[in-house]
């Protein structure tokens, strides 16, 4: 699971976050957490456990941040 560092509660409010330019990170937890990508395309969930996963979000990420939300 991949998560974005600020807890959306909607995917259109990550959408607007990153176009206003702000510079949303990503995290991934449990076993892997060592293994989040910093570069590529990666596939955000949200909101964050406990709450049920409500949108999901393909992204492209540079250095760790997201650049763009699809």
Do not use: T
């Amino acid at each position: 699971m991949v998560y974005a560092n600020v807890n959306f509660k909607s995917k259109k409010a990550l959408k607007e976050a990153v176009a206003e330019g702000k510079q949303i990170g990503i995290h991934q937890v449990g076993p892997f957490a060592d293994r989040c990508p910093k570069d590529g395309q990666v596939f955000l969930e949200g909101p964050w456990y406990p709450e049920p996963h409500r949108w999901y979000a393909e992204c492209v990420v540079k250095d760790g941040i997201i650049q763009k939300v699809k």
